[in-house]
C-alpha cells in the first residue's frame, strides 16, 4: 500500500522557498503555485486520510477554544486583581474607621463600651470603669458580659447597694441587662456616684453609658435641703398665721412642728416642745389638763393615734380650768403621720347657751307673732274678697254705660253719611272697644291673683278655636299689611276653653301689634305626649333682658304707646292663666328677627282618652282602700301630692331619698300598691336607681311612675327598659286621679 507523502512543515517549506530578494509580485506567483500544489496532492490523497484531516480540523476549532477560555481567564484574572485591590482598601478603610471610632469615644466624657448581640465586648475606651482602677486593665475586647460583671463585683472599689451581697447585685444587673433600656446610679468608693445606663441597638449589641455625676447630686442634694428649708419656714409662718393651736407629727409619732398658739393653749414651756419629741410624751404632760366627756375618755384619742389605719379623723370637745372648752380635731396625712389643731370655743359654746336661752323666749314670741299674722292673714283675705267683688261689681256696673254707648254709636253710624263725622263716630267706636277690652282685662287678672278663676279641664279641639281667631285677626293683619298664617290642625288637648282661647288671643295680639311688616304665623307641633302651639312673629324683638319683665302687669316695652293700645295685662294675664292650667309657657326672641312664645299641653292621648272632663280634681268616686310610696326631696311636692291622694282615701308613706325607701321597705315589708318617685332626688340614688333597686322588694302589681320634668328620648328608653311609667310635671290633678283609679282596679283584693 502506498504510503501517502508526508507534508513539509508548511510556514518553514514555504519562507524556505522564499528568497528575501524577491519582489512582491515574485512572491505571490511562488505563494500561488505552492496553493495550487496543495490542493492537488490533498485532492488526490486516498479515503483513508480523511479522518487525519478531521482530525486536523478538530484540532484548529480546540485551538481556538483554548485561545477563548484563556483570554477569559486572563481577564478573571484582572477582575480578581481588581477585587483585592477594592478589597484591601476596604479592610484599609475600616481599620481606619475602626481606629477613628476608637479615637472618637476615646475623646467622650462618659465611659463607653460595646457588646455585640453575642455579649461579648467589641470596644471600650480608658473611661470606662475608670472608678474601678483595680479591674480597668482587665478590660478588653472579647470579654464576655459574664465575664465583665464578675470582674465588676470582684472590685474593692465598688459599693453594693444596702442589703445586697455582690451575688445578689451581678443578678440584679443580670435581670437589668435583658431589658431594653434601664438607667441606675451605682455608688463608688469615696461617695463617688456613677449613672449606668444600657441601650439595645437595632441589632441586638448592647452600648453602656457611665456618667460620674457625684457634684450633680451633691449639688441636687444641697439644693434640695435649701428647699426643704424654705418650705419649713414657709409651713411654721402658715402654722403662725393660724388662729387655731395646730401641731404636726410624722408617720413614727414624732413631733415635726407647731405654733406658738399650741404653747399657749396647753400653757407649756416652749423648751419643753421640740422636735423630734414623741406623741406619747407630750401627751402625758398635757392630759391632765383636760376632762373629756363622759365615755371618752383620753385612750381614744391614744388609740387612734397609734392606729395603724385611721379610717377617720378625731373629734371630742374637752373643759379646761377656769371654763373654758377646747375641740381638738385630729386627721392623718399622705406620709402616715396626723396633723391635730386645739381650737377654744369658750365664746362660741357661751354664746349658744344665750342663744338657747333667746330662744325659750322667742318661743313664746314667736307664737304671739302667729297670732298676729295669721288675724293679718285672715283681714287680707276678707280684703282679697272685697277687691274681687268690688271688681266684679264695678265691672258689670261699666260695662252696661259702655253697651249702650256702643249702640248708640251704631245707631248713628246708620243714620249718618257725611265722611267727616263717621271718621269721627268710628274712632269713639274704637275708643269704647278699648276700654271694654282694659275692663275685661282686668276683671281677668283680677280673678286669676284672687284664685277664683272657674276651670273646666275637658278636651278641646284647636282647629275650630284657631279657625275663629283667624276670622277675629284677619282684618286687622290685612289694615297693617301682615300675612296671618294659621295652619290646620286636627289635634284635641285637655284645657279649659275659656281661658285657652284668652291666652292664644292674647298672643296672637301682641304679635300684630308689635309687627310692623312681614307676617305672624301660628303653628302646632307635637311633642311625645305633649302638643305645642307656638306663635311666631317678624316683629321688633325683644332682648333677653327683658323676657321676664314683658309678663309683668303694666309693663309695656314700647313706653311710647296710647292708654288705648292696652295697660300692658295681655302677656300678665297668658302667664296666670298657663299657670294655673299647667300649661307650660317659654318664649325665644331676638331683637330685629322676632319672637315665638310656645304654650306646651297635654294631648287627649294621656288625659281625656280616659274622659276627663269635668271639675279639675276628677276625683274616684269611691274611697280607695291603697297604700302610695312617694319618694321625693321637695317638701312642697310632697305635701301637694299627700293632701290630694289622702282625699281620696290613699294611705301615704313618704321618703326624701332613694336610700330611705330601701331601708324602709326592707325593715317594715310594706308593699305599697303605687309608687311615685321623683327622678332628682339631690344628692345619692336618682329615682330610676331608686326604682331599679326596689323592683325586686316590690310585688308585681305595684304601679310605678317616675315623677320628671325631663322629655329626653333616652330617659324614656331608661324607664321602659325598667316598665316603669313616666308621668311628666306639671302633673294635671286628672291625671293622678286616672294614676289611682288604674291602680286600685289591679291591686290585690283586701284581706
Not at 508548511?10 to 524577491?22: N, R, S, T, V, W
Not at 441597638?201 to 457625684?214: H, K, L, M, P, S
Not at 282679697?384 to 259702655?402: C, E, I, K, T, Y
Not at 313618704?654 to 325593715?667: K, N, P, Q, R, W
Amino acid at each position: 500500500m502506498t504510503q501517502p507523502p508526508v507534508l513539509p512543515d508548511l510556514p518553514a517549506d514555504i519562507e524556505a522557498m522564499m528568497k528575501p530578494g524577491d519582489d512582491p509580485a515574485r512572491r505571490h506567483d511562488k505563494l500561488v503555485r505552492i496553493v495550487q500544489s496543495l490542493i492537488r496532492q490533498i485532492e488526490d490523497l486516498p479515503d483513508d486520510h480523511g479522518a487525519g484531516y478531521a482530525q486536523f480540523q478538530r484540532a484548529a476549532v480546540l485551538e481556538e477554544e483554548v485561545r477563548a477560555r484563556t483570554e477569559q481567564l486572563e481577564h478573571a484574572l484582572d477582575l480578581l486583581n481588581a477585587s483585592n485591590a477594592q478589597l484591601s482598601a476596604a479592610l484599609a478603610e475600616k481599620e481606619a474607621a475602626r481606629r477613628n471610632l476608637a479615637s472618637a469615644i476615646e475623646t467622650v466624657q462618659e465611659g463607653f463600651a460595646l457588646f455585640d448581640a453575642s455579649d461579648v465586648m467589641v470596644m471600650c475606651n480608658s473611661r470606662f470603669n475608670a472608678l474601678l482602677p483595680d479591674i480597668r486593665d482587665r478590660l478588653r475586647p472579647g470579654l464576655t458580659f459574664e465575664d465583665y460583671l464578675a470582674l465588676a463585683a470582684s472590685s474593692r472599689h465598688l459599693v453594693l447597694p444596702e442589703g445586697l451581697t455582690r451575688d445578689g447585685w451581678i443578678e440584679m444587673r443580670r435581670r437589668r441587662h435583658a431589658e431594653r433600656h434601664f438607667i441606675l446610679t451605682q455608688g463608688m468608693a469615696d461617695g463617688r456616684l456613677v449613672q449606668v445606663s444600657e441601650q439595645r441597638t437595632g441589632d441586638g449589641a448592647t452600648a453602656i453609658i457611665q456618667t460620674e455625676v457625684t457634684e450633680l447630686v451633691r449639688a441636687e442634694r444641697a439644693l434640695r435641703g435649701r428647699m426643704l428649708d424654705d418650705q419649713a419656714a414657709i409651713l411654721q409662718a402658715t402654722l403662725e398665721h393660724l388662729p387655731l393651736g395646730v401641731c404636726l407629727f410624722d408617720g413614727g409619732l414624732r413631733l415635726l412642728g407647731w405654733n406658738s398658739n399650741l404653747s399657749q393653749m396647753l400653757a407649756l414651756p416652749l423648751p419643753r416642745l421640740r422636735r423630734g419629741l414623741h406623741f406619747d410624751d407630750l401627751w402625758q404632760q398635757i392630759r391632765r389638763q383636760f376632762v373629756f366627756p363622759v365615755g371618752q375618755g383620753a385612750h381614744s384619742l391614744m388609740s387612734w393615734a397609734r392606729s395603724v389605719r385611721r379610717k377617720d379623723s378625731y373629734r371630742t370637745e374637752v373643759m379646761l380650768g377656769a371654763g373654758r372648752t377646747l375641740a381638738i380635731f385630729a386627721q392623718e396625712i399622705p406620709d402616715g403621720g396626723f396633723v391635730m389643731s386645739l381650737d377654744d370655743i369658750t365664746d362660741h359654746k357661751r354664746a349658744l347657751y344665750e342663744i338657747s336661752r333667746a330662744n325659750e323666749t322667742l318661743e313664746t314670741r314667736v307664737q304671739e307673732r302667729t297670732l298676729e299674722l295669721e288675724d293679718a292673714l285672715a283681714r287680707a283675705e276678707r280684703a282679697n274678697a272685697s277687691r274681687a267683688r268690688f271688681v266684679a261689681a264695678v265691672g258689670h256696673d261699666l260695662m252696661q254705660p259702655l253697651s249702650a254707648a256702643t249702640l248708640y254709636v251704631g245707631s248713628l253710624m246708620e243714620e249718618i253719611a257725611g265722611a267727616g263725622p263717621r271718621a269721627k263716630l268710628d274712632k269713639i267706636q274704637r275708643s269704647l272697644d278699648s276700654v271694654s277690652g282694659l275692663i275685661e282685662a282686668l276683671l281677668d287678672i283680677s280673678r286669676l291673683e284672687a284664685g277664683q278663676a272657674a276651670l273646666t279641664i275637658e278636651p278641646v279641639a284647636l282647629a275650630p278655636m284657631l279657625e275663629q281667631l283667624r276670622a277675629e285677626f284677619a282684618p286687622l293683619a290685612e289694615q297693617k299689611g301682615l300675612e296671618l298664617i294659621l295652619r290646620p290642625v286636627r289635634a284635641t288637648v285637655v284645657s279649659d276653653r275659656t281661658y285657652l282661647r284668652r291666652i292664644l288671643q292674647n298672643l296672637i295680639s301682641n304679635a300684630i301689634r308689635y309687627t310692623d311688616r312681614g307676617r305672624v304665623m301660628v303653628a302646632v307641633r307635637m311633642r311625645g305626649d305633649r302638643l305645642l302651639v307656638q306663635v311666631r312673629d317678624s316683629g321688633r324683638g325683644i332682648a333677653a333682658k327683658d323676657h321676664q319683665v314683658i309678663f309683668a302687669e303694666f309693663r309695656r316695652l314700647d313706653a311710647k304707646a296710647s292708654a288705648a293700645e292696652g295697660l300692658g295685662l295681655g302677656l300678665a294675664i297668658v302667664d296666670r292663666a298657663a299657670s294655673l292650667l299647667g300649661h307650660g309657657l317659654s318664649l325665644r326672641s331676638t331683637p330685629g328677627r322676632g319672637s315665638t312664645f310656645s304654650v306646651e299641653m297635654t294631648t287627649t292621648r294621656q288625659g281625656a282618652s280616659d274622659g276627663l272632663s269635668g271639675p279639675v280634681a276628677a276625683a274616684p268616686t269611691q274611697a280607695l282602700c291603697l297604700t302610695a310610696l312617694i319618694v321625693e326631696n321637695d317638701q312642697g311636692m310632697t305635701q301637694a301630692l299627700t293632701q290630694l291622694l289622702e282625699q281620696w282615701g290613699v294611705d301615704v308613706l313618704d321618703v326624701t331619698s332613694g336610700e330611705e325607701a330601701v331601708a324602709l321597705i326592707e325593715e317594715t315589708g310594706v308593699e305599697p300598691d303605687l309608687c311615685l318617685c321623683d327622678y332628682q332626688l339631690g344628692a345619692g340614688m336618682d329615682g330610676l336607681e331608686c326604682l331599679k333597686a326596689l323592683a325586686g322588694m316590690l310585688p308585681a302589681t305595684t304601679s310605678c311612675w317616675l315623677m320628671t320634668a325631663n322629655r329626653a328620648d333616652a330617659l324614656a328608653q331608661e324607664a321602659a327598659a325598667l316598665s316603669v311609667e313616666l308621668l311628666t310635671k306639671p302633673i294635671l290633678p286628672a291625671t293622678l286621679a286616672r294614676i289611682v283609679m288604674a291602680a286600685g282596679r289591679q291591686a290585690r283584693p283586701a284581706g
